[in-house]
Nanobody, 126 residues
Framework: QVQLVESGGGLVQAGGSLRLSCAAS????????LAWFRQAPGKEREFVAG????????YYADSVKGRFTISRDNAKNTVYLQMNNLRPEDTAVYYC???????????????????WGPGTQVTVSS
C-alpha cells in the first residue's frame, strides 16, 4: 500500500507560480516512479508530468513543457511540481499518483497508476 497526500494548491493570478508537494508513505518510495495528473471540470484526467525512481528521466505534457518542473526527494519521500507562468487553462485539481509495481516505468495514462492522493485545487485567475 502507498498513501499519497498533496499540498500546495491555491488561487494565483495568471503568470504566477505555485509549488505542489506530495508526501508518500507505506512502500519503499525509491522503487516507484511517480506522476502528477490533473482534472478540470467536465474533462478527463490528464497526465502532467512523471519522474523515474532516481530522477534520471522526467516527462512532461506538451502543454506544460518549459513551465512546470517535476522533482523528487527520496530522503523525504516527497515529489514536487514547480509550476511557473501559470495560465487560466491550468486550473484543475492536481493529483499525485504511484503504480503498484516496483521498478516500473513512467506511464502516461491514469490506468497505469493504482495509488492516488485526494488532490489539491489549483485555480488561476486571468
Amino acid at each position: 500500500q502507498v498513501q499519497l497526500v498533496e499540498s500546495g494548491g491555491g488561487l494565483v493570478q495568471a503568470g504566477g507560480s505555485l509549488r505542489l508537494s506530495c508526501a508518500a508513505s507505506g512502500r519503499t518510495f525509491n522503487t516507484l516512479p511517480l506522476a502528477w495528473f490533473r482534472q478540470a471540470p467536465g474533462k478527463e484526467r490528464e497526465f502532467v508530468a512523471g519522474i523515474s525512481r532516481v530522477s534520471v528521466n522526467r516527462y512532461y505534457a506538451d502543454s506544460v513543457k518549459g513551465r512546470f518542473t517535476i522533482s523528487r526527494d527520496n530522503a523525504k519521500n516527497t515529489v514536487y511540481l514547480q509550476m511557473n507562468n501559470l495560465r487560466p487553462e491550468d486550473t484543475a485539481v492536481y493529483y499525485c499518483a504511484a503504480p503498484s509495481k516496483a521498478y516500473s516505468g513512467v506511464g502516461y495514462n491514469s490506468v497505469d497508476y493504482e495509488y492516488w492522493g485526494p488532490g489539491t485545487q489549483v485555480t488561476v485567475s486571468s
